[in-house]
């Protein structure tokens, strides 16, 4: 699609459209598929002028990635001030990450299989140390975490956070959305032990949802514990 033909700008307002519109070509068609052609005929500009702001594909590439990190950091950060339990936290930040992700849907510049350069990989990865930490930080707000333990968490929610967003894209309806949000954030919360056990034949009934057997056996007194007259405890 060829935009319109623009007036003289300036400059700092002329480079900032230029990145806005990279962001989309770069999300429509990936970096190796995007030409600088296609940049400019986006902008409605020409390539000598495109090259005055941005000296190569991949210098425009990273401050892209720039860009989009900054907005994903400020989704996440706005989530710490929501009011609430952990729960409801979590069920926030994976709908606002589904959000985010189908409004832009250019996580997949940070998430994709394209191989491009060692600097390009190397902000990637900053990006997303520091979207995992954050992420992280957000939804694990009354746990103590080592840097290290928040980074590897915080992937592993953003790997969820993704696949909960595709879930959402391709589901039938609000009513379903719901059921696949309720799933994720109880999975995200409480583990497998956020769900009721199917009763064994003969078994008492399912235990309440977050209570597993070591929790509920802990609480409960020993035979002995109970067998023990009050006055020797």
């Given at each position: 699609m060829t935009a319109p033909a623009t007036g003289r700008m300036p400059r700092e307002q002329r480079r900032s459209q230029l990145?806005?519109?990279?962001?989309?070509?770069?999300?429509?068609?990936?970096?190796?598929?995007?030409?600088?052609?296609?940049?400019?005929?986006?902008?409605?500009?020409?390539?000598?002028?495109?090259?005055?702001?941005?000296?190569?594909?991949?210098?425009?590439?990273?401050?892209?990635?720039?860009?989009?990190?900054?907005?994903?950091?400020?989704?996440?950060?706005?989530?710490?001030?929501?009011?609430?339990?952990?729960?409801?936290?979590?069920?926030?930040?994976?709908?606002?990450?589904?959000?985010?992700v189908a409004l832009e849907n250019s996580l997949r510049l940070f998430t994709g299989h394209e191989v491009i350069s060692d600097a390009v990989q190397e902000r990637v990865e900053q990006v997303l140390d520091a979207l995992s930490i954050e992420l992280a930080g957000v939804l694990t707000s009354y746990r103590r975490l080592s840097t290290v333990q928040a980074r590897t968490l915080g992937r592993g929610l953003i790997a969820v956070a993704q696949t909960t967003a595709q879930i959402l894209h391709d589901a039938e309806g609000d009513e379903m959305r719901e059921e696949i949000l309720s799933a994720m954030t109880t999975t995200v919360v409480h583990g497998l032990s956020g769900f009721d056990l199917i009763p064994a034949e003969g078994s008492p009934a399912a235990q309440p949802p977050g209570e597993d057997a070591e929790e509920r056996s802990a609480a409960e007194p020993s035979d002995a514990e109970a067998a023990e007259p009050s006055d020797a405890r």
């Open positions: 990145l806005r519109l990279a962001t989309r070509v770069f999300t429509e068609k990936g970096y190796q598929a995007t030409s600088m052609d296609d940049i400019a005929t986006a902008a409605g500009v020409t390539k000598p002028v495109l090259y005055q702001h941005f000296r190569s594909k991949e210098t425009l590439y990273v401050e892209v990635l720039d860009v989009i990190g900054e907005s994903m950091l400020t989704e996440v950060r706005a989530i710490t001030f929501q009011a609430g339990d952990t729960t409801g936290r979590v069920r926030d930040a994976l709908h606002r990450f589904y959000e985010f």
